[in-house]
Structure formats: C-alpha cells, structure tokens
C-alpha cells in the first residue's frame, strides 16, 4: 500500500505570495494516477489538479501541478484569501486509493 | 461531472450496521466508478470503498472486513454496508465519483453525511 506524506502540515502566507506544496510517495506512483483536491471549511473537497499536471474545468491557472515518480507538488501563485483551505494529493494503483493527510494553507 | 447526494441515518448504535445511499443526478453514467469515502472529525480523508464499471469492487484493506459496496443502475443509486461500527467509525460519509476518463480521480461529489456511532 502505497503511503503519501504532505509537507509541510500548516503553510501561512500572504495575499500576492506563492504556495508550494509538496506530496512525497513511498513507492513510484505514476504520473496519471496522482491528484490533487481543495477542502475548504464546512465543505466536500473539490478536484484541482489530476494526471499530475491537469487542470479540472473551471480551475484557474493560478493551480499547478508538477513532479514524477515519488516526488510531486501544488503550486499556487498568487494568492488569494478564498485559497484558506486543507490541500490533499491522492493517489490510485492496484485497484486502491489513498490520500496524504494534508497540508493546511493559512492566509495571513 | 454529476451531482451526488448521500443520504441515511444519522444516528447508528454501536455493533449495528451503518447503511448509506447515494443518488446521483445530472445524468447517471454506468460508465463511472463509484466510491465512498469518509472524514472523522478534524482529521483527514479516508477512502473506503469502489465499484467499478466492470461490476468488480475494491475495499480499503483495514475496512474490507466489514464493508460492502453495491449498486442500483435502474434506480441511479449505489451503496455503503459498513457492518459492527464502533465510535471510531463516527465520521462524514461522502459518496463521490471517478470519470471513465483512466486517471483514478474523484471529479464529483456529494456534500457529505454525518455518522455518530453512539448509544
């Protein structure tokens, strides 16, 4: 079972500044198979990012995704007060699913 | 996308069985993949559960003893048994889904039910 660990736990930045999150896998994970969600506060997550790289429909190119193997990461640049949500990369390979624990992104 | 809704009690006893559903509207496909998928109070996600558009299912390895998944075509629903629960198992359910489209991702999903397991 493939095992996701997020860092850093909690990021706390400034309107205009730039968000690098980072999704670290314990065994190769290919490309397609890793995702990124937002969950903000009282809310279902919503998909960003998919295939490691791809935008979800109506996601603003201020999200990006990048990396390979074991090493991936969400970009954010310029942010904004609506980004103040937990961020999560998930990942799918041998009929299972699993997620990292999440990076809380605070907006100062 | 498709829109999701889960829906069941929200009271369960401990050692009883925890039965969800969740309907899908906006266009039911047989060809997505249907999952469940659970948050325990500040804490995060913890996917339990997929039936394939092949018919086949999959369970998370630490639930797949006391977990089953299920689905109603006709009726655009599918299910979630989850069998002996303890307050552990106190958690909101999502039911969510994964587009034909090969990338193992969850494009829709639904607001989300809360579960107490409590006497």
């Known amino acids: 079972e493939i095992v996701l660990t997020q860092s850093p736990g909690t990021l706390s930045l400034s309107p205009g500044e730039r968000a690098t999150l980072s999704c670290r896998a314990s065994q190769t994970v290919s490309n397609k198979y890793l995702a990124w969600y937002q969950q903000k506060p009282g809310q279902a997550p919503r998909l960003l990012i998919y295939g490691a790289s791809s935008r979800a429909t109506g996601i603003p190119d201020r999200f990006s995704g990048s990396g390979s193997g074991t090493d991936f990461t969400l970009t954010i640049s310029r942010l904004e007060p609506e980004d103040l949500a937990v961020y999560y990369c998930?990942?799918?390979?041998?009929?299972?699913?699993?997620f990292g624990r999440g990076t809380t992104l605070e907006i100062k | 996308q498709v829109q999701m809704q889960e829906s069941g009690p929200g009271l369960v006893q401990p050692s009883e069985t925890l039965s969800l559903t969740c309907t899908v509207s906006?266009?039911?496909?047989?060809?997505?993949?249907w999952g469940w998928l659970r948050q325990s109070p500040g804490k995060g996600l913890e996917w339990i559960a997929v039936m394939f558009n092949t018919g086949s299912t999959s369970y998370n390895p630490s639930l797949k003893s006391r977990v089953s998944i299920s689905v109603d075509t006709a009726k655009k629903q599918f299910f979630l048994k989850m069998y002996s629960v303890t307050s552990a198992d106190t958690a909101v359910y999502y039911c969510?889904?994964?587009?034909?489209?090969?990338?193992?991702?969850?494009?829709?999903w639904g607001q989300g039910t809360l579960v107490t397991v409590s006497s």
């Open positions: 906006g266009g039911f496909t047989p060809n997505y993949h």
């Open positions: 969510a889904g994964d587009p034909p489209d090969g990338y193992g991702h969850y494009d829709s």
């Open positions: 998930q990942q799918y390979g041998t009929l299972l699913y699993s």
